[in-house]
């Protein structure tokens, strides 16, 4: 009877590659053979400007990429993560290092959590965080009301317009501390940049940033 279940399933809801979401012949990887050979190697980088010390990105957020984004973040497709996650890891260690006490990650405000049901960066801090035998911790948190990043505003609008949208309510968590900040997608980096201030303000000794997707500048 499971095996018949399990048969189903498979019929209905076959396996889909997370990034092309083309059907799978087996469960096993969850990526399909293109989309595996073409992951691209993670890069590092600077945006002029930023509080953040380094900075570096598994994926550019490009077609494929930006819609396998979408379902997990609005799809349904909580179990990306998973996946997500060690290509993070992969990053931060590459390209980063190892060397950090405290692990956090760019929350999404009270109000959106509860609509959506999930913090979707949270669930990448986590998985990410397995990897790297660190449990990520909450320290900034977010106002509901914080005016969307238009990528069409200049730089200095963008920074204006993000700042005071974090507050660090318990200090004593990131005080002296080498952080690694993870956010899902980096657009502008006003968003990281303007958390890692805060992050730096609350005595964090210094902010390195991980995010899963970069978009192109
Ligand atoms: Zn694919």
């Given at each position: 009877m499971k095996s018949l279940w399990n048969s189903l399933k498979l019929l209905i809801w076959p396996p889909r590659c997370v990034l092309c979401h083309r059907i799978l012949e087996s469960e096993a990887g969850r990526l399909c053979p293109g989309c595996a050979a073409s992951l691209p190697e993670p890069f590092s980088g600077a945006r002029r400007g930023s509080h953040y010390k380094r900075w570096a990105s598994a994926l550019w957020y490009e077609d494929r990429v930006r819609e396998s984004f979408l379902r997990f973040k609005f799809g349904g497709c909580r179990f990306y993560a998973e996946h997500y996650g060690p290509w993070l890891a992969n990053t931060v260690t590459k390209l980063l290092g190892t060397d950090y006490e405290l692990l956090t990650y760019v929350p999404i405000s009270r109000l959106r959590k509860r609509r959506r049901g999930y913090d979707q960066t949270l669930l990448l801090a986590e998985a990410a965080g397995r990897e790297l035998g660190m449990k990520p911790v909450c320290t900034l948190k977010k106002r509901s009301r914080v005016k969307p990043q238009s990528r069409t505003l200049g730089p200095e609008e963008r920074q204006r317009n993000i700042r005071g949208a974090f507050s660090v309510p318990d200090p004593a968590l990131v005080r002296g501390k080498r952080v690694l900040l993870?956010?899902?997608?980096?657009?502008?980096?006003?968003?990281?940049?303007?958390?890692?201030?805060?992050?730096?303000?609350?005595?964090a000794k210094s902010v390195d940033v991980a995010t899963l997707a970069a978009a192109p500048t």
């Amino acid at each position: 009877m499971k095996s018949l279940w399990n048969s189903l399933k498979l019929l209905i809801w076959p396996p889909r590659c997370v990034l092309c979401h083309r059907i799978l012949e087996s469960e096993a990887g969850r990526l399909c053979p293109g989309c595996a050979a073409s992951l691209p190697e993670p890069f590092s980088g600077a945006r002029r400007g930023s509080h953040y010390k380094r900075w570096a990105s598994a994926l550019w957020y490009e077609d494929r990429v930006r819609e396998s984004f979408l379902r997990f973040k609005f799809g349904g497709c909580r179990f990306y993560a998973e996946h997500y996650g060690p290509w993070l890891a992969n990053t931060v260690t590459k390209l980063l290092g190892t060397d950090y006490e405290l692990l956090t990650y760019v929350p999404i405000s009270r109000l959106r959590k509860r609509r959506r049901g999930y913090d979707q960066t949270l669930l990448l801090a986590e998985a990410a965080g397995r990897e790297l035998g660190m449990k990520p911790v909450c320290t900034l948190k977010k106002r509901s009301r914080v005016k969307p990043q238009s990528r069409t505003l200049g730089p200095e609008e963008r920074q204006r317009n993000i700042r005071g949208a974090f507050s660090v309510p318990d200090p004593a968590l990131v005080r002296g501390k080498r952080v690694l900040l993870i956010d899902d997608v980096l657009t502008t980096g006003a968003t990281v940049s303007e958390a890692s201030r805060m992050l730096l303000e609350a005595g964090a000794k210094s902010v390195d940033v991980a995010t899963l997707a970069a978009a192109p500048t």
